[in-house]
T-cell receptor
Framework: DAGVIQSPRHEVTEMGQEVTLRCKPI?????LFWYRQTMMRGLELLIY????????DSGMPEDRFSAKMPNASFSTLKIQPSEPRDSAVYFC?????????????FGEGSRLTVL | GENVEQHPSTLSVQEGDSAVIKCTYS??????FPWYKQELGKGPQLIID?????GEKKDQRIAVTLNKTAKHFSLHITETQPEDSAVYFC????????FGTGTRLQVFP
């Protein structure tokens, strides 16, 4: 298996633009997580899905952030409009089975820079 | 909610020495404690985990200990090698998995 695949790996955009990050989880995994990593706040859980259904989005910073999972093999995280403070590395992770005690398999991340 | 503190933030050791990273957690309901290693430009990868019914777990050069009474757990790496250089994250799970802030380990040859 190729692992969790994220795109783009790097994104540089200007404040106010829409940003869409994409994730393909490992086939057969039923949980998908979006994390944000910054120096100041470390790894923060933004939202997670179980069987394509959003379960907990309490970590989403504000209404500018939205996430979807239209099918078992694809998820998006959208920021509209983007702001400089959104600059971070965004990770997608997937797991199989138990909600938070199974191994998380992370993608390589999408590094977002908002100018 | 759960809060996880991790120390030190950076750690430099000579090849062959041991490295210890410590974490404390706040929620006594936490029952699962994984450790992840993140290499430069990569996503974190699970290296070892421990559940609350076990006090210690070992896998080759890596061991984790858990003290539920004191609410702290530690990662021990023996005979460190340059390829152990990375950022290490602890995490604790009560309701959700909460990560510590990370420890940057540098192993000098």
């Amino acid at each position: 298996d190729a692992g969790v695949i994220q795109s783009p790996r790097h994104e540089v955009t200007e404040m106010g633009q829409e940003v869409t990050l994409r994730c393909k989880p490992i086939s057969g995994h039923d949980y998908l997580f979006w994390y944000r990593q910054t120096m100041m706040r470390g790894l923060e859980l933004l939202i997670y899905f179980n069987n394509n259904v959003p379960i907990d989005d309490s970590g989403m910073p504000e209404d500018r952030f939205s996430a979807k999972m239209p099918n078992a093999s694809f998820s998006t995280l959208k920021i509209q409009p983007s702001e400089p403070r959104d600059s971070a590395v965004y990770f997608c992770a997937s797991s199989f089975g138990t909600r938070h005690t199974g191994e998380l398999f992370f993608g390589e991340g999408s590094r977002l820079t908002v100018l | 909610g759960e809060n996880v503190e991790q120390h030190p933030s950076t750690l430099s050791v000579q090849e062959g020495d041991s490295a210890v990273i410590k974490c404390t957690y706040s929620d006594s309901a936490s029952n699962y404690f994984p450790w992840y290693k993140q290499e430069l430009g990569k996503g974190p990868q699970l290296i070892i985990d421990i559940r609350s019914n076990v006090g210690e777990k070992k896998d080759q050069r890596i061991a984790v200990t858990l003290n539920k009474t004191a609410k702290h757990f530690s990662l021990h790496i023996t005979e460190t090698q340059p390829e152990d250089s990375a950022v290490y994250f602890c995490a604790a799970r009560a309701d959700k998995l909460i990560f510590g802030t990370g420890t940057r380990l540098q192993v000098f040859p």
